[in-house]
């Protein structure tokens, strides 16, 4: 079967919309994925830093209403774990020294995952500093890695590849203040033999398409679908 991790290898320009439980109301899904399906997005991550028990299992069954998009959890915590999706990136926050993100919510997770028909998605997730302090910096208690030092990030992204981990995520933290540099993405996806995600304030075209030519395979927008719906099709033009 076409898994989605192959589905990302094969497409040069994968586009994720990112919705977050906490913020999109029920009554609002339809709406806003008939938009979705028009754009150009190839995937929908799920998942945010502060989400209630129930609201992503809720708003996953409305979405899969809607869209024969792929679903994937992009989970700030195990309570965000349900079987409606079609996926999950199963992340660990290897930038950050707490334990509890590298491997506590991993373990606690797996009882959750038995018997699971998702598609588990081993994913190094590394954040990258930011002008202010972002939700994934306050909830997991980790300290960014330092855009000026490259070395790091990419020793760290090399890292996870080398534990085995099929996707590295570069995460600026949503609504960052500017995406990641179009170079720390090249020299990082030289190092790398496993898809590169991108995300964390990008707010316009010229922005989404330098991710993409510095190398990025996924590029993960929320906050600008958020704030203007209209955002979908500007992407087009
Ligand atoms: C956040 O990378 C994603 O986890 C998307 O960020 O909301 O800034 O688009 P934005």
């Given at each position: 079967r076409n898994t989605i991790l192959e589905s990302i290898q094969s497409?040069?320009?994968?586009?994720?919309?990112?919705?977050?439980p906490d913020k999109?109301?029920?009554q609002d899904v339809s709406g806003f994925i008939s938009k979705v399906n028009q754009s150009l997005a190839t995937h929908i991550f799920v998942g945010g830093s502060e989400v209630d028990e129930g609201q992503t299992d809720a708003l996953v069954e409305e979405i899969k209403k809607h869209t024969q998009l792929p679903v994937i959890l992009f989970p700030g915590d195990v309570i965000q774990i349900t079987n409606k999706a079609d996926g999950i990136l199963f992340l660990s926050l290897i930038s950050g020294r707490n334990p509890d993100y590298l491997i506590g919510k991993?373990?606690?997770?797996?009882?959750?995952?038995?018997?699971?028909?998702?598609?588990?998605?081993?994913t190094g997730y590394l954040l990258i500093e930011n002008g202010k302090e972002t939700a994934v910096q306050r909830v997991s208690q980790t300290k960014p890695i330092k855009r000026s030092d490259i070395q790091t990030i990419k020793d760290t992204a090399k890292a996870g590849e080398l534990l085995g981990m099929k996707l590295i995520y570069l995460e600026a933290g949503s609504g960052a203040t500017h995406p990641i540099e179009p170079q720390i993405i090249s020299e990082v996806k030289q190092q790398l033999n496993i898809p590169l995600i991108v995300g964390g304030g990008i707010r316009s075209k010229s922005e989404m398409e330098l991710a993409y030519n510095a190398g990025a395979d996924v590029v993960v927008i929320g906050t600008a679908f958020e704030n203007d719906e209209n955002f979908f099709e500007e992407l087009k033009t």
């Amino acid at each position: 079967r076409n898994t989605i991790l192959e589905s990302i290898q094969s497409a040069k320009k994968n586009l994720a919309v990112l919705i977050d439980p906490d913020k999109m109301k029920t009554q609002d899904v339809s709406g806003f994925i008939s938009k979705v399906n028009q754009s150009l997005a190839t995937h929908i991550f799920v998942g945010g830093s502060e989400v209630d028990e129930g609201q992503t299992d809720a708003l996953v069954e409305e979405i899969k209403k809607h869209t024969q998009l792929p679903v994937i959890l992009f989970p700030g915590d195990v309570i965000q774990i349900t079987n409606k999706a079609d996926g999950i990136l199963f992340l660990s926050l290897i930038s950050g020294r707490n334990p509890d993100y590298l491997i506590g919510k991993q373990v606690e997770a797996v009882s959750k995952l038995s018997n699971t028909h998702l598609d588990i998605i081993p994913t190094g997730y590394l954040l990258i500093e930011n002008g202010k302090e972002t939700a994934v910096q306050r909830v997991s208690q980790t300290k960014p890695i330092k855009r000026s030092d490259i070395q790091t990030i990419k020793d760290t992204a090399k890292a996870g590849e080398l534990l085995g981990m099929k996707l590295i995520y570069l995460e600026a933290g949503s609504g960052a203040t500017h995406p990641i540099e179009p170079q720390i993405i090249s020299e990082v996806k030289q190092q790398l033999n496993i898809p590169l995600i991108v995300g964390g304030g990008i707010r316009s075209k010229s922005e989404m398409e330098l991710a993409y030519n510095a190398g990025a395979d996924v590029v993960v927008i929320g906050t600008a679908f958020e704030n203007d719906e209209n955002f979908f099709e500007e992407l087009k033009t």
